[in-house]
Antibody, heavy 119, light 111 residues
Framework: QLQLQESGPGLVKPSETLSLTCTVSGGSISSSSYYWGWIRQPPGKGLEWIGSIYYSGSTYYNPSLKSRVTISVDTSKNQFSLKLSSVTAADTAVYYC???????????WGQGTLVTVSS | QSVLTQPPSVSGAPGQRVTISCTGSSSNIGAGYDVHWYQQLPGTAPKLLIY???NRPSGVPDRFSGSKSGTSASLAITGLQAEDEADYYCQSYDSSLSGCVFGTGTKVTVL
């Protein structure tokens, strides 16, 4: 059974860079059928797609976040990562990683990790 | 800035049927892109409920069904149960944004 697990600091200071890693187990991140993505959810609010990556390194990002986001992949570790720069309190959210089936829908999700931006 | 609009809430008594709408535009649902639905129980990650407009993943009860027409899609829950109380989100692809878009979310309350 495929599993995804987010990891990283739960507290980030304003203006700094948020960094999270998603570790994939029970399957290969290098499968040609899937993209891998990050989604976030501010407390009490809806879901927002951040961006997605293919195992080859090809990426596409939400235009509203594109200037601050970098998603990368490490196939040797079966991991992909998110970096979000110049964070503010508005970036406080639960961050989820997920598998994107045929670049269409998210069929497996991590449990999510809360990242709080505060000094 | 969700481009897919859902009603904030719907409610129904146990056993009843409820529907949730997802309204998009010519750059997403109206352009022919599929709609997918997720269920998010309190304090948990979203779970795929419907993919490709009307397909259920293995293990999803047939009480849940999806449809799409024009620039909108709908999720129907028949035989509403207490365990269906959750938030529901639609999702599609938007060609103007060149990426995935989620709906605004709908809270289903079982009376």
């Amino acid at each position: 059974q495929l599993q995804l697990q987010e990891s990283g600091p739960g507290l980030v200071k304003p203006s700094e860079t948020l960094s999270l890693t998603c570790t994939v187990s029970g399957g290969s991140i290098s499968s040609s059928s899937y993209y891998w993505g990050w989604i976030r959810q501010p407390p009490g609010k809806g879901l927002e797609w951040i961006g997605s990556i293919y195992y080859s390194g090809s990426t596409y990002y939400n235009p509203s976040l594109k200037s601050r986001v970098t998603i990368s992949v490490d196939t040797s570790k079966n991991q992909f990562s998110l970096k979000l720069s110049s964070v503010t309190a508005a970036d406080t959210a639960v961050y989820y990683c997920a598998r994107l089936e045929a670049a269409r829908f998210f069929d497996y999700w991590g449990q999510g990790t809360l990242v709080t931006v505060s000094s | 800035q969700s481009v897919l609009t859902q009603p904030p809430s719907v409610s129904g008594a146990p056993g009843q049927r409820v529907t949730i709408s997802c309204t998009g535009s010519s750059s997403n649902i109206g352009a022919g892109y599929d709609v997918h639905w997720y269920q998010q129980l309190p304090g948990t990650a979203p779970k795929l409920l419907i993919y490709g407009n009307s397909n259920r993943p293995s293990g999803v009860p047939d009480r849940f069904s999806g449809s799409k027409s024009g620039t909108s899609a709908s999720l129907a829950i028949t035989g509403l149960q207490a365990e269906d109380e959750a938030d529901y989100y639609c999702q599609s692809y938007d060609s103007s944004l060149s990426g995935c878009v989620f709906g605004t979310g709908t809270k289903v309350t079982v009376l």
